[in-house]
């Protein structure tokens, strides 16, 4: 009879989906990998409830969501009657039979909680701000059971109550989390070294519901100049350096030249753009043979460069890197700047 249930309920959200076919991003989660990997990351909120005394009725403690009197936390272990907590150790409780409801302070698109009843199927409820209904989900239970929700429209609250006749009334829940799945910057890039023509990557990683649109921006010199431009795989406008994956969250440059420069992430979707905080890639000028340090093996380099002088020998190393001054001839001008750089022996 449950899993009959269950299936008619799935049947319904296939149906709606098909109803929609514009819209097709709402759907019921009943696996938490795959809900997570739909919502781009991790939601702006999620508690856990541990934090507090058990038996502490809820009204506006957790950032983002009002309980108004409706739950409380409960110790599943000590306690008992929740089954298995998902984080020890409180989990939500209602008061007798009467429903839970949650209220979200700012636009959410995304919900999703445990079940961890061993006793209760568990109706969510999902309503728009005027109360009707956008979606019910049935929880099952005999295990830790899970359901996430991905909306197409802002959620302003949601009930949870013992289904009738699968259900004594009081249940529990835990782990919830929802968010506005507005595009945003999880992690900002982190700055990275390389070598004259050597390689670096960037990396950023971003949350937010799909569609989302990722382009990296680099900034115009000189660094700090605050003109940032959108950025193509291809040459990087203002050097020979090159760049890939300018539209993912790792950006890769290949035959880096310039002493620094700065490139930042920007990422946008249905209801935010956000942008990171810039990185900069460093180029170690003198660090000629790329082991990290500016020591004798590089100086090795350096002298058979300036004896050459022309960066036009062929028998220069590719990119002339020697010619530290860039004006075309490897001469005392340059062996200023090496002997500074070797001074330093470790790359900035
Ligand atoms: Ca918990
Ligand atoms: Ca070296
Ligand atoms: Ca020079």
């Not at 698109?109 to 309503?127: C, E, G, H, K, Q």
């Not at 992690?187 to 989302?212: E, I, Q």
Request: contains cysteine; charged residues 15%; negative net charge.
């Amino acid at each position: 009879m449950l899993n009959h249930h269950l299936a008619a309920v799935r049947l319904a959200g296939i149906a709606l989906l098909c109803a929609a076919s514009e819209r097709a991003d709402a759907q019921v989660y009943t696996n938490f990998n795959l809900y997570r990997a739909a919502i781009g990351g991790a939601p702006e909120y999620l508690h856990t409830f541990d934090d507090l005394a058990p038996n502490t009725t809820l009204t506006t403690q957790y950032a983002g969501v009002s309980f108004g009197g409706t739950a409380r936390t409960w110790d599943a272990i000590s306690e008992g009657g929740g089954g298995t907590a998902v984080s020890p150790r409180n989990v939500l409780f209602n008061f007798g039979t009467a429903p839970m409801r949650f209220t979200f302070n700012e636009p959410t698109r995304m919900v999703a909680v445990y079940n961890p009843s061993i006793f209760d199927v568990v109706r969510l409820t999902i309503r728009r701000a005027d109360n009707t209904v956008i979606q019910t989900i049935d929880m099952p239970t005999g295990t830790v059971t899970f359901a996430g929700y991905i909306a197409t429209e802002n959620i302003a609250a949601v009930e949870a109550v013992g289904l009738a006749g699968q259900s004594n009334g009081t249940i529990f829940l835990d782990n919830l989390e929802f968010g506005s799945g507005c595009a945003r910057i999880a992690l900002n890039p982190a700055g990275t070294g390389t070598c004259p023509g050597g390689s670096g990557s960037l990396v950023a990683v971003v949350a937010g519901l799909s569609p989302r649109t990722l382009r990296w921006q680099y900034e115009a010199l000189p660094v700090g100049s605050g003109d940032w431009h959108d950025l193509f795989d291809g040459p990087i406008p203002g050097s020979d350096a090159a760049a890939a994956n300018t539209d993912q969250p790792s950006l890769a440059i290949s035959n880096a030249q310039l002493t620094q420069q700065r490139f930042r992430l920007k990422v946008s979707n249905h209801c935010a753009a956000q942008v990171s905080n810039p990185a900069t890639l460093r180029v170690c000028v003198a660090d000629f043979n790329c082991d990290g340090s500016v020591d004798d093996a590089d100086f090795l380099v350096f002298v058979t460069a300036y004896n050459l002088l022309a960066c036009e020998d062929p028998a220069m190393p590719p990119g002339c890197a020697p010619d530290l001054n860039r004006d075309g001839v490897v001469d005392d001008a340059d062996f200023v700047l090496f002997v500074a750089a070797y001074n330093d022996l470790l790359c900035p």
